[in-house]
């Protein structure tokens, strides 16, 4: 048997990359590609406790565990009352959870000024009784996945971190950066070393990964347990994988670009899965001079016209060329008949 890098209280954690939870983007199609490239933990995207105590609607669907097992699944929910956080878990736990995770980095405002996201970092009593109740009365490890805090003058990932530590938590994932910087800025990998050295369960980094030499450096910097990635995976899964996208192939990308077509359409269905495709299309092509085609998958209706039009682009684009060469070409020849 394999050594697992790291623990989540009692639960075996193989491999050291994570995919980052995102709204709109880690669903089931999506996680599915990152497991196979080697993503150690599948975060779902984060669900309101409200919608959870409510009637099925379509916001459960978040919670969905792909057919063939996410082992381990974290679920990811987010509020701004304990015990109500608490009902929300307790009602979704044998949905097939493995670990809850509470939201306390979501820099939305409609989230973060009502007290939830990372507006919860600015109550730790909140945060000392939400993890209290939660390693009490669930029978899953409850983890928590946090920023440096509400602004640059209101740092206080540590002490949060120790708080959620001291009542429960078992892993803390931190993004080096503040609420009011969002995505911008330079990501701080200081923070995540001294969190680190300041508690005694699993830390994962987060921010500024982009390369697989950054996965190396940011677990060489910080000695972190574990790597999230988010934005640089989004068409790009193989970072998991710790293969840089530079040196595939044009037939490797459409390759995978097929099977997540397969599972986005096993998934949602052919209207809702041709959509979703939509998304990530960009992001599977980015770099590359193909806005015609992008412009052409936008009109796509049926699977079979999206997939002429795939073919369309394979005979367009060199496929034994890999990414790096094909980044150098400023326009790819619109095949005979192509139909943009």
Same mark, same amino acid.
């Given at each position: 048997?394999?050594?697992?890098?790291?623990?989540?209280?009692?639960?075996?954690?193989?491999?050291?990359?994570?995919?980052?939870?995102?709204?709109?983007?880690?669903?089931?199609?999506?996680?599915?590609?990152?497991?196979?490239?080697?993503?150690?933990?599948?975060?779902?995207?984060?669900?309101?406790?409200?919608?959870?105590?409510?009637?099925?609607?379509?916001?459960?669907?978040?919670?969905?565990?792909?057919?063939?097992?996410?082992?381990?699944?974290?679920?990811?929910?987010?509020?701004?009352?304990?015990?109500?956080?608490?009902?929300?878990?307790?009602?979704?736990?044998d949905w097939g959870a493995d670990i809850i995770d509470i939201n306390m980095g979501c820099s939305a405002p409609q989230i973060s000024k009502k007290?939830?996201?990372?507006?919860?970092?600015?109550?730790?009593?909140?945060?000392?009784?939400?993890?209290?109740? /939660?390693?009490?009365?669930?029978?899953?490890?409850?983890?928590?996945?946090?920023? /440096?805090?509400?602004?640059?003058?209101?740092?206080?990932?540590?002490?949060?971190?120790?708080?959620?530590?001291?009542?429960?938590?078992?892993?803390?994932?931190?993004?080096?950066?503040?609420?009011?910087?969002?995505?911008?800025?330079?990501?701080?990998?200081?923070?995540?070393?001294?969190?680190?050295?300041?508690?005694?369960?699993?830390?994962?980094?987060?921010?500024?990964?982009?390369?697989?030499?950054?996965?190396?450096?940011?677990?060489?910097?910080?000695?972190?347990?574990?790597?999230?990635?988010?934005?640089?995976?989004?068409?790009?899964?193989?970072?998991?994988?710790?293969?840089?996208?530079?040196?595939?192939?044009?037939?490797?990308?459409?390759?995978?670009?097929?099977?997540?077509?397969?599972?986005?359409?096993?998934?949602?269905?052919?209207?809702?899965?041709?959509?979703?495709?939509?998304?990530?299309?960009?992001?599977?092509?980015?770099?590359?001079?193909?806005?015609?085609?992008?412009?052409?998958?936008?009109?796509?209706?049926?699977?079979?016209?999206?997939?002429?039009?795939?073919?369309?682009?394979?005979?367009?684009?060199?496929?034994?060329?890999?990414?790096?060469?094909?980044?150098?070409?400023?326009?790819?020849?619109?095949?005979?008949?192509?139909?943009?």
């Open positions: 048997m394999p050594t697992p890098n790291f623990h989540v209280r009692d639960l075996p954690i193989y491999g050291d990359t994570i995919l980052s939870p995102m709204a709109a983007y880690s669903d089931v199609p999506f996680r599915a590609i990152c497991r196979q490239f080697g993503a150690a933990m599948n975060y779902t995207e984060f669900v309101p406790t409200e919608a959870l105590l409510c009637k099925p609607n379509p916001l459960w669907r978040r919670l969905d565990v792909h057919p063939a097992g996410e082992q381990p699944m974290v679920f990811q929910i987010f509020g701004n009352d304990a015990h109500t956080i608490l009902r929300a878990a307790q009602r979704i736990v007290g939830a996201g990372v507006g919860m970092m600015r109550q730790p009593k909140l945060v000392a009784e939400t993890f209290r109740l /939660l390693s009490r009365h669930l029978n899953v490890p409850v983890t928590g996945k946090l920023r /440096l805090g509400w602004d640059e003058a209101n740092q206080n990932y540590l002490e949060i971190a120790k708080i959620m530590a001291d009542n429960g938590a078992a892993l803390v994932a931190l993004h080096g950066r503040t609420r009011s910087q969002k995505y911008r800025g330079q990501a701080d990998w200081d923070a995540i070393a001294k969190l680190k050295q300041a508690v005694n369960v699993p830390v994962l980094g987060n921010g500024d990964v982009r390369t697989v030499a950054d996965i190396d450096r940011l677990k060489a910097y910080t000695h972190c347990d574990g790597v999230m990635i988010g934005r640089a995976a989004l068409g790009n899964p193989w970072l998991l994988g710790r293969i840089e996208r530079e040196q595939l192939t044009f037939g490797e990308i459409t390759a995978v670009l097929r099977q997540h077509l397969y599972e986005a359409l096993t998934y949602y269905g052919t209207t809702v899965g041709l959509q979703n495709m939509n998304r990530h299309l960009k992001k599977y092509l980015s770099g590359l001079a193909l806005k015609p085609f992008l412009r052409g998958f936008r009109n796509v209706e049926t699977v079979p016209a999206f997939e002429d039009l795939l073919c369309e682009m394979e005979t367009a684009v060199p496929s034994h060329l890999p990414i790096a060469k094909l980044r150098k070409i400023p326009h790819f020849p619109l095949p005979v008949g192509a139909k943009l």
